[in-house]
């Protein structure tokens, strides 16, 4: 008896979200061990999900991701003690064991940064800084209003980008 193509190619689709499904679901579970470990740990309450479709929905950080990128990126940034460029950071991320789960990591780690304009600052020629910190390089003074002027528009606001 022949497969009908509909079913076939509908079941072979099934399977696909799946395993996306699975695949989201371990890197949920991985994220919430890391956060476990950490000093600050706050696991986030609720059914998968409801977390899932939140921060889909809603762009909010509601598994601790970004928070935990955020905190890999800091110590990188400390341990090097320099700026770092977006591909430098991701490295050093995943270097600590964890994983962004999306396929545009330089465009999300970007956004996540912009977001994060009170921890970080861009800073032009230069990369990712610690905005408390001054950087004598990049004429980059954290009290000095001027020094604003070394730094980066975000990427989704330069023209020229």
């Known amino acids: 008896m022949p497969i009908g193509n509909d079913a076939y190619y509908n079941a072979l689709k099934k399977r696909e979200k799946l395993k996306r499904e699975i695949d989201a679901l371990e890197n949920f579970i991985r994220q919430c061990e890391q956060l476990a470990k950490s000093p600050d740990a706050s696991i986030v309450t609720g059914t998968y999900m409801e977390q899932l479709e939140s921060y889909d929905r809603l762009g909010k950080d509601v598994t601790g991701k970004g928070r935990l990128i955020r905190e890999a990126c800091k110590k990188a940034i400390s341990d090097a003690r ?12 995943e270097n600590q064991g964890i994983e962004f789960g999306v396929l545009d990591k330089a465009n999300y780690l970007g956004t996540l940064m912009w977001r994060a304009k009170d921890e970080f600052v861009n800073l032009k020629y230069f ?24 730094m980066t528009t975000p990427a989704s606001c330069d023209v020229n980008h």
Do not use: C, M, N, T
């Open 127 to 150: 990369g990712y800084w610690l905005r408390h910190l001054p950087f004598p390089e990049a004429k980059y003074e954290p009290s000095d209003p001027q020094s604003e002027q070394s």
């Open 82 to 93: 320099r700026p770092l460029q977006r591909i430098q950071l991701i490295e050093a991320v």
